[in-house]
């Protein structure tokens, strides 16, 4: 509606360092439709996570792989970078009442948008809670894979861009 290029996403709890946007934004430059800010991809940050976050992490990164036919490093990252053509699809086919940053990049994979990850810097949490209580945690991912495995049968026909 107001006919934005581009636009950044990042959480509000202080991690994602705002120096590191140039990155992000140099890759839209180079024609990636979605840049995801990894924490894990190769020449990225030093960044723990639980054991029991780690594994429902590496179940969503698995599942996305079947799902999508790419491997990605962080495919929760919440430093994401969009351009024009992926806004414009978001903005009449994200379903805000359910959608994180899993089925968002399953649904920009499976519309044909170029998708690519760039290794990130990032800091410690500023503010808020992490969600690392074990159940609601649980919960967060299970339900984030179910909403993932809704979207498998939804493919466009290979190679077809919807902008």
Same mark, same amino acid.
Do not use: W
């Given at each position: 509606?107001?006919?934005y290029?581009?636009?950044?996403?990042?959480?509000?709890?202080?991690q994602h360092?705002?120096t590191?946007?140039p990155?992000?934004?140099?890759?839209?430059?180079?024609?990636a439709?979605?840049?995801?800010?990894s924490r894990?991809a190769?020449g990225?940050?030093?960044?723990?996570?639980?054991?029991?976050?780690?594994?429902?992490m590496?179940?969503?990164? *698995? &599942?996305?792989?079947? +799902?999508?036919g790419r491997?990605?490093?962080?495919?929760?990252? #919440?430093? !994401?970078?969009?351009?024009?053509?992926?806004?414009?699809?978001?903005a009449?086919?994200?379903?805000?009442?359910?959608?994180?940053?899993?089925?968002?990049?399953l649904?920009?994979?499976?519309?044909?948008?170029?998708?690519?990850e760039?290794p990130?810097?990032?800091?410690?949490?500023?503010?808020?809670?992490?969600?690392?209580?074990?159940?609601r *945690? &649980?919960?967060?991912? +299970?339900?984030?894979?179910m909403s993932?495995?809704?979207?498998? #049968?939804r !493919?466009?026909?290979?190679?077809?861009?919807?902008?």
């Amino acid at each position: 509606a107001h006919g934005y290029d581009r636009a950044i996403q990042f959480d509000a709890d202080g991690q994602h360092d705002p120096t590191q946007v140039p990155v992000l934004l140099d890759a839209l430059d180079q024609g990636a439709d979605l840049v995801i800010g990894s924490r894990f991809a190769e020449g990225g940050c030093d960044y723990d996570v639980g054991r029991v976050r780690g594994g429902a992490m590496g179940v969503l990164r *698995l &599942a996305l792989k079947l +799902l999508s036919g790419r491997a990605f490093s962080d495919t929760s990252s #919440g430093f !994401r970078a969009f351009s024009a053509p992926l806004l414009r699809y978001y903005a009449g086919s994200y379903p805000t009442d359910y959608m994180e940053s899993p089925e968002a990049l399953l649904l920009a994979c499976q519309r044909g948008f170029r998708v690519v990850e760039v290794p990130v810097r990032m800091r410690a949490r500023a503010a808020g809670n992490p969600s690392n209580r074990h159940v609601r *945690l &649980a919960y967060h991912y +299970l339900r984030a894979l179910m909403s993932m495995m809704s979207q498998a #049968g939804r !493919r466009s026909p290979a190679g077809e861009r919807v902008s």
